[in-house]
Structure formats: C-alpha cells, structure tokens
C-alpha cells in the first residue's frame, strides 16, 4: 500500500477518499532508469515500495478502459514543480523513449512482413509482384508462342517439299528400273526399305496427290 509520493516537492499521500492513484516505478530497467532521471533526485534509488502519484503523468498516460486507472506501457512522468534553474531543462525523453518503442517493434513486424513476402515467392514462383509485371509477362509469352508457331509451319512446309522430292527420286528410279536402264533390284539399295518395297503404281499414285495438292483453285 502506497503511503507518499517519491517525487521531490510534493506533498500527496495515499488517501482512499481522494481520486489521485499511485503507481510503482517500471521493473523495465530502461523505463526505470528513464523516470529516475526525469525525478531528478540526487542518488535516488526507487525500491520496491516506491511510488509516483498520478498528479506527475499527463492525461494521455492514462488507460481508462478498466475498472482501474492504469499506465499505458509507454508513459513517463513529465509534470514537476521543480526549482527555476531545473525547470528551464527541456523535458524531451518522452518523445524519444517513444521513438525508440516504435522504431522497436516496427523493425520486427518489418523483418516478419519481408520473410513472408520471401517465402511466398520462393513457394509460388509463378506469382507476380504486381499487374505490370504480369502483362509484361503474357506478352512475352504471347511473343513466343507466335515465333514457334512460325517456326512449326516452316518445318512443316520443309516436310513436304522433302516428301514431294522422296516421291519423285522413287518414281524415277523405279521406272529407270522398269525400263531396264537401271539393274533389277538397285532401288533396294540407293532406297530406305520402306519406299523400296512399294510397288511402282503406288508411288504414281503419290506423286499425282502431291501435284493436285499444290495446283492452284480457279
């Protein structure tokens, strides 16, 4: 139970009836060093029963959403009635205690928010940072899928001017053959077994497909 108020020059005790609270010196030791300096006692040392009243902290201190009047985790005492000489010291360690809190906790959040962003990249390769980068991406894509498509229709036009010119190399070695300009049985040799063992007919056949193929439509 509290009995005075630690602060020099002041003069409250502890009276139930009167609305003035008391509260402890932080066990933070940062904090506790903090209002020890501000109290401006000399060899001032707060123990375990020492007390500040409510008459030294601002209204903003204060956490009302209780049953009971509380300090807010970041509040330090800023209201004393000091010397001349002491009073003309700039009270500034509220602002840069705070300052310092927030710096604090922001650089963790911070830390988590970039590891998180890391690892859903890492996971979902396939995900964009934004819209740009994906429209970026689609026309490049698209871009690609056109030069293949133009390359597929270059091979396949290759393809059939080589099949035209298998036909034909056939047909005419086939009827050097038949017309015993060549010796029997050559074209199993100078041909790949798959054409060798068609008849004549069949590539005649083949090679007028191929002809109609390429006439123009009137």
């Known amino acids: 139970m509290p009995t005075n108020c630690a602060a ?8 139930k009836h009167i609305n003035i609270s008391f509260h402890r010196f932080p066990l933070d030791p940062k904090r506790r060093k ?7 006692r000399k060899n001032f ?7 500040l009243c409510s008459k030294h902290f601002e209204a903003s201190c204060f956490d009302l959403t209780g049953q009971t009047r509380r300090l807010k985790m970041d509040a330090v005492p800023t209201i004393f009635d000091f010397c001349t000489h002491i009073k003309s ?3 500034k360690s509220r602002n840069i205690l705070k300052k310092n809190n927030s710096c604090t906790s922001a650089e963790p959040s911070t830390l988590k928010s970039n590891i998180s962003s890391q690892q859903v990249l890492l996971e979902h390769s396939y995900a964009f940072r934004n819209p740009m980068e994906a429209k970026k991406r689609i026309i490049k894509l698209e871009k690609e899928i056109a030069s293949l498509r133009r390359k597929m229709k270059t091979c396949l036009q290759k393809e059939r001017r080589a099949t035209r010119r298998w036909i034909k190399a056939t047909c005419l070695v086939k009827n050097l053959e038949a017309s015993n300009m060549l010796p029997k049985g050559i074209s199993e040799h100078i041909l790949p077994t798959a054409l060798s063992n068609l008849p004549l007919e069949n590539f005649k056949i083949l090679e007028q497909s191929q002809q109609d193929k390429t006439l123009p439509i009137l």
Do not use: Q, S
């Open 89 to 91: 010291m700039k009270l």
């Open 45 to 51: 040392v707060p123990g375990k029963h020492t007390f």
């Open 34 to 40: 903090e209002w020890v300096r501000l109290v401006r």
């Open 8 to 15: 020099a020059g002041c003069a409250t005790t502890y009276n």
